[in-house]
């Protein structure tokens, strides 16, 4: 089993950090795929670096293609790609992927599937919590903002799948200093440096709690406060634009969530049915975001979860303002 790191030449926020990956000890030109694909490969123990030519959320089945060339199973991927945002701020991100609210027939802006989840991977909150701590140790902190972001763009894949992204402009995106800490993450992540690999999961794990983040903002603030202070892992994040619901105009009282319009409902479905994939044996636990929503929307989606499933609601996690 094998890990993909996935860089395009296309993106200094994406090159840049794979070249100062491929500057550390271990490094051997790996198999090509054919020549009008125009992908070149870098192995390193268990892990191989892909570099391409191409716009990164195109890039569909890198996971099957790689198993056809080579033979090799494909246990994850990690793509490495630029963050854009209207604040301009610079940061250094962590996402799961997926377009899971788009219905049959949408065109997604960004590639996947409508109505697709990714296997969100593991490492996605371990690994947030190891990229503050080096990008602080890089004095990157507090000039950089260090956030998760919502699921959201493709290409599509059916392995655990996680973006880390450097923004938001052309200037950070060049920034070696910011490169560089993108590198040492994946290098300390994948445990290429002799140590123990970070994000491993198991069923074993004392802590076994699976955040399912639902509502908020693009960013996540509520759900980064306890992904940060609770140390638990992290599933999909459903921000608002993911989960699209068509005011019913009904009383403020009871809402039959079967009454709400929307692929809200397919959204959540996906996203959970992913995050459970990706964890067996954890305990998911969805958080709302409280104050993003409607008292109808929250009702019709805790509704809905209780419908579908028998998941353990945070209650202990409401506090969070």
Known sequence: MVTLVVATTTDPASINPAKALLAMP????????????????????????????????????????????????????????????VSNRPALTVHPIGVPHLKEGDVPPQGGKPGWAALP????????????????????VPEFEITLEGTHHGPFTNKPTMFIEIGSTEEYWKRQDAAQVIALLIWEGLGLGGGAAVGNWSRENDKNKVLLGIGGGHY?????????????????LLSGYSLPMEDPNLS????????????WKESIKASLEATKLAFPGGEIIAHLDHKSFKSWQKNA????????????WCEPFTFIE
């Open 121 to 140: 991977n593991p490492r996605i909150g371990p690994w947030l919590r190891l990229l503050k701590n080096i990008a602080f140790s890089h004095n990157l």
């Open 220 to 236: 996540a603030p509520r759900h980064m406060d306890i992904v940060l202070k609770d140390g638990v892992w992290v599933g999909h």
């Open 26 to 85: 271990g490094w051997h030109p790996g198999p090509s795929f054919k020549e009008e694909e125009n992908i070149r490969s870098f192995t390193n123990e268990g892990v191989r670096l892909l570099q391409h030519d191409n716009f990164i959320v195109n890039e569909d089945n890198l996971d099957l293609r790689w198993e056809q060339l080579t033979g090799e199973s494909v246990h994850e991927i990690i793509f490495l790609s630029k963050h854009t945002a």
């Open 252 to 263: 403020k009282v009871e809402t039959n969530s079967k009454e709400i319009g929307g692929t």
């Open 301 to 312: 989606i805790t509704g809905f979860l209780g419908w579908i499933t028998n998941l353990q």
